[in-house]
Every structure is written in structure tokens, then in C-alpha cells.
Nanobody, 126 residues
Framework: QAHIVESGGGSVQAGGSLRLSCAASGYSYNLNCMGWFRQAPGKDRERVAGIYTATGSTFYADSVKGRFTISQGDTRNTLYLQMNSLKPDDSAMYYC???????????????????WGQGTQVTVSS
């Protein structure tokens, strides 16, 4: 059972940057697929970015391509999301998710992950 904790959210002005962190503890093996999701009030949950940790392959929503970067940490089962050129539309609760049993294309395509964090709030003002 993995316990996921996100951190790094906050309030910034449009054009600013934030770096979100995700740490997954309590799981002895690699979490093969990890990702970031977000949900704004009244909107559906959106997959923002993902990474297949075995190969380092990354995936991004069109809305964040070129502005956000997902990366693995130096320690096992840690994840970051560098968010640059933030826009008010990026305001949402951001969630880290992980799954040990998603591989390859499944990691890139699914939004059904086994483990989820509680989220960290990002607010971007205009």
C-alpha cells in the first residue's frame, strides 16, 4: 500500500512558476506509472502529465505542453511537476497518482490509478 503526499502548491500571479512535489511511501517496489491530475470546481478531473518510470517516457495534456515539466526524483517513487508561465485557467487542486501495474501505453492513456494523494491547491491570479 503506497501513501502519497503532495506539496508545493500555493498562490501566484499569472506568468509565475510553481514546483509541485510528490512522495510515495510504504511501497517497496517501483511505481511504474506516475502522474499529475487536476480538478477545478465544477469541472471534470483532467490528466495533466504522466511518466512511465521504467523508460522515462513522459506525457502531457495539450493545455500544458511547453509550460509544465514532469520529472522523477532521485529517490524511488518521487515525482515533480515544474509549472511555468502559469495562467488563471491552471488554478485547481492538483493530485499525484501512481500505479505499479500500468505499463507502456496503458500508463499514457488511463486515468484509473491505484494510489492517490490528497491534493495540493494551486491558485493563479490575473
Amino acid at each position: 500500500q503506497a501513501h502519497i503526499v503532495e506539496s508545493g502548491g500555493g498562490s501566484v500571479q499569472a506568468g509565475g512558476s510553481l514546483r509541485l512535489s510528490c512522495a510515495a511511501s510504504g511501497y517497496s517496489y517501483n511505481l511504474n506509472c506516475m502522474g499529475w491530475f487536476r480538478q477545478a470546481p465544477g469541472k471534470d478531473r483532467e490528466r495533466v502529465a504522466g511518466i512511465y518510470t521504467a523508460t522515462g517516457s513522459t506525457f502531457y495534456a495539450d493545455s500544458v505542453k511547453g509550460r509544465f515539466t514532469i520529472s522523477q526524483g532521485d529517490t524511488r517513487n518521487t515525482l515533480y511537476l515544474q509549472m511555468n508561465s502559469l495562467k488563471p485557467d491552471d488554478s485547481a487542486m492538483y493530485y499525484c497518482a501512481a500505479d505499479p501495474n500500468l505499463y507502456g501505453n496503458a500508463c499514457a492513456e488511463t486515468s484509473v490509478f491505484r494510489y492517490w494523494g490528497q491534493g495540493t491547491q494551486v491558485t493563479v491570479s490575473s
